[in-house]
């Protein structure tokens, strides 16, 4: 059989955290509150650590591809695994069709006249055979595509020192841009649109918790989850604040554009169109890897799902080469509404794919971080812990019910809050519809 080594658990990871969040949701975030936006990232970093080290402490003890929805259903209940397996599956579903998106305008640079519908469903059908033939295919070439983006980012970052320390006029750009930034844009919008900008925050790092699905896969959980969280806690930190840390030097953030990944807007607007176009081949690279990610993630989501009494049985059915192939299928299908939602909203669709992605997120992380504490009454002495619980848990849970609350006061983003209880409510009728059938059935 098949299994992932170390070094994919680690690119999956990477690959799910180091997409569109980065390369194209910092062009959002940024204008929210300027240079500030480094805090942002800094709490949101603490806040990510807190959840992974919790979902850590979990897989390690029993490894399984349902992850927080298997947890929730073993520790706290069967509506609660229901709940935040279809929720968790739903995040990843979104998430591919944001990525997939963001790749169209990626390639808006280059071919502006290509209907985004074509592109989609190209990208679509080589993603779906990749994760169809061979999980370890799938692994592989996640590795190597998350690894291209991270090198890419380490060479930008340390490209970009060089011009800011070498280059004359860049040199004094960067001084005049690290003055006014610190003296007097530091909180450009004030609080308010500090507060704002945690939303795309918490969407940036939402692809962390792959590393729970993918444990399941993996050659020797024991040991390659605690390296995999805690390299890949420590590598998105860097990853993020090094480069958001490189653009606010390099150009006035007031003057970036919010349509293009600012890497490609701040290398462009230097006079560096080689490495602008650089730039958005690795942006296309890092929607790519993320959209990989996803899909496979949503799939052994919802083949845990099936394994759980939580969805028709025929996505819990693996093939020979261990891929819930039926499960694959019918992610994709859905993913491929992402055709409909670019026709009917071209101008929204980046942005209200994010806010139903945000808005996931929070509801599978904050059912971790419950699940965490249930867990931790029957195991409460595993040696790869969560320091300082239950204090943690709390004050984590707090700030993300938080960003729920910032969410109803952004115009963009006050729908998906509201479609938040009419999902939650689909769930628990069907989930009590299928309890009453299962038990009429015994």
């Known amino acids: ?66 992850a927080f929805s298997y947890y929730s259903n073993k520790y706290v209940g069967g509506y609660l695994g229901f709940l935040s397996g279809w929720y968790a599956w739903l995040e990843y579903t979104i998430v591919c069709m944001l990525e997939v998106t963001a790749v169209t305008y990626f390639l808006d640079l280059w071919i502006p006249n290509t209907p985004h519908w074509l592109v989609i469903s190209i990208i679509l059908a080589v993603f779906f055979f990749i994760n169809i033939i061979n999980v370890s295919l ?3 070439f996640e590795f190597w595509f998350a690894g291209i983006k991270v090198v890419t980012i380490i060479i930008m970052i340390l490209f970009a020192l ?21 003296q007097h844009n530091f909180f450009a919008a004030g609080l308010k649109g500090f507060m704002y900008s945690f939303v795309l925050v918490i969407f940036s790092f939402g692809g962390t918790q792959f590393v729970g699905i993918a444990a399941a896969d993996a050659e020797n959980p024991n040991k ?24 606010l030097c390099l150009y006035p953030w007031a003057l970036l554009s919010t349509n293009i990944s600012p890497f490609v807007d701040v290398f462009s607007k230097i006079g560096l169109s080689s490495a602008a176009q650089i730039m958005n081949v690795i942006a296309i690279t890092a929607a790519l ?11 052994r989501m919802l083949a845990s799902l099936a394994h759980q009494g939580s969805a028709p049985r025929k996505f819990g059915i693996y093939n020979k080469k261990h891929i819930p192939h039926n499960a694959v299928i019918f992610t994709s299908i859905i993913i491929a509404i992402t055709v409909v939602i670019n026709y009917l909203f071209p101008d929204k669709a980046i ?34 812990k969560l320091p300082l619980f239950p204090i943690l848990n709390i004050l984590a849970i707090i700030t993300l019910l938080s960003v ?22 689909i769930l628990t009728i069907v989930y009590f ?7 009429r059935l015994n």
């Not at 969280?229 to 990853?239: A, C, D, L, P, S």
């Not at 890897?289 to 799939?299: D, E, H, K, T, V």
């Not at 109803?408 to 939650?424: C, H, S």
């Open 289 to 299: 890897s993320a959209f990989n990610s996803c899909l496979y993630a949503g799939a």
């Open 138 to 140: 799938f692994g592989e």
């Open 433 to 439: 519809i299928r309890r009453k059938n299962i038990k």
């Open 224 to 247: 390659t989850v605690p390296k995999a969280i805690n390299g890949v806690i420590f590598r998105i930190v860097i990853f993020y604040i090094g480069t958001i840390s490189v653009i």
């Open 404 to 425: 729920i609350g910032i969410m109803t006061q952004m115009k963009d983003m006050q729908q998906a809050v509201y479609l938040m209880p009419v999902w939650i409510g």
């Open 351 to 384: 942005i209200y794919l994010i806010a139903i992605a945000t808005t996931s997120i929070i509801v599978t992380w904050t059912s971790i971080l419950v699940c965490h504490i249930f867990f931790k009454r029957k195991h409460p002495n595993e040696k790869y």
């Open 1 to 66: 059989m098949s299994k992932l080594k170390n070094r994919h658990i680690q690119m999956i990871a990477l690959g799910g955290a180091i997409g569109t969040g980065l390369f194209f949701g910092l062009a959002k975030s940024i204008p929210l509150t300027g240079p500030s936006i480094i805090l942002s990232y800094l709490i949101g970093g603490i806040v990510m650590y807190i959840i992974m080290r919790a979902l850590g402490e979990m897989v390690v003890n029993e490894p399984n591809s349902g």
């Open 162 to 182: 060089y011009l800011m320390l070498f280059n004359h006029t860049i040199h004094m750009n960067t001084m005049l841009n690290i003055r006014d930034n610190i």
